[in-house]
């Protein structure tokens, strides 16, 4: 993997009282933000060789919405390990799909923005917050290990 674009989803519909959480769909504002995510994409030339994906309603709509914008990209992977998981969790499902040269993992925090500042700056406790469709794109000369990639662009609807 030389590049790994994490994409948070976009802004979802409040939570019900005892709802399901992972049921919970995007608000008009967060489709907006994820097609506005997506052309942002599309206008920095970057096209993802494997799209990993949360199970949530939210993650699954704003994957198909920004990658909507790119034309021909891959189908979403839906994984469980994306829900709730820590960066560490997040590093080591990463880590099985080192063959993709791009990879875009659409997720949750603090998952996705701790994960950015494991990757770029080699721990996790001080991070500086992804808003909801924001992305990172990293660029990775070196394994894939806290510390070691490059944060190249950072954006927010």
Not at 44 to 59: F, G, I, M, N, Q
Not at 134 to 157: K, N, T
Request: net charge negative; aromatic share 4%.
């Amino acid at each position: 993997m030389h590049e790994l674009i994490l994409l948070r989803h976009a802004e979802a519909q409040p939570a019900h009282a005892g709802g399901d959480d992972l049921g919970r769909r995007l608000s008009g504002r967060g489709e907006q933000e994820a097609r506005a995510a997506g052309h942002w994409l599309a206008k920095h030339k970057l096209h993802p060789d494997r799209v990993l994906c949360s199970p949530a309603e939210r993650t699954k709509a704003t994957a198909a919405l920004a990658l909507a914008a790119l034309g021909k990209a891959p189908e979403p992977l839906l994984s469980d390990d994306i829900y709730d998981a820590t960066p560490g969790e997040l590093l080591a499902l990463l880590d099985q799909h080192g063959d993709a040269g791009t990879v875009m993992l659409v997720g949750h925090n603090p998952g996705i923005e701790r994960l950015v500042a494991l990757l770029a700056e080699g721990r996790s406790d001080e991070f500086r917050g992804m808003p909801p469709g924001g992305l990172a794109v990293l660029h990775l000369d070196h394994p894939l290990e806290p510390g070691q990639a490059r944060l190249d662009a950072f954006w927010s609807p």
